[in-house]
């Protein structure tokens, strides 16, 4: 059974930092892209970040980037997230998925869409 488990949420202080953890079982995910997204409550889930399957081409949303930085380890098949700066904004429960496909190859973000696996999340918030 393929799963993906988050961890490394919390509560922090505006401009803190936090760092997410995304373990794979039942499945090695070396060949795939790896991403994390984020959905508040009431609202639709959010792309914030990929990683391909070597880990040298990465994407960004906007309201992330120079902030949050995204790598993977495929020797322990986990994927983490990087949260520096952190705004009340970022609050939301984070979950990382797998591409469905390996070895797909994107030139530009690659849709939510093409992602599943779905991990149960870890909540991020910010506040003071």
């Known amino acids: 059974q393929v799963q993906l488990v988050e961890s490394g949420g919390g509560l922090v202080q505006p401009g803190g930092s936090l760092r997410l953890s995304c373990v794979a079982s039942?499945?090695?995910?070396?060949?795939?892209?790896m991403g994390w997204f984020l959905q508040a409550p009431g609202k639709e889930r959010e792309f914030v970040a990929v990683c391909s399957w070597g880990g040298s081409i990465k994407y960004y949303a906007n309201s992330v980037r120079g902030r949050f930085t995204i790598s993977r380890d495929n020797a322990k098949n986990t994927v983490y997230l990087q949260m520096n700066s952190l705004k009340p904004e970022d609050t939301a429960n984070y979950y990382c998925?797998?591409?469905?496909?390996?070895?797909?190859?994107?030139?530009?973000?690659?849709?939510?869409?093409?992602?599943?696996?779905w991990g149960q999340g870890t909540q991020v918030t910010v506040s003071s």
């Open positions: 039942g499945r090695t995910f070396n060949n795939y892209y």
């Open positions: 998925a797998a591409d469905k496909l390996p070895l797909r190859q994107y030139s530009t973000t690659p849709p939510t869409g093409n992602f599943d696996f």
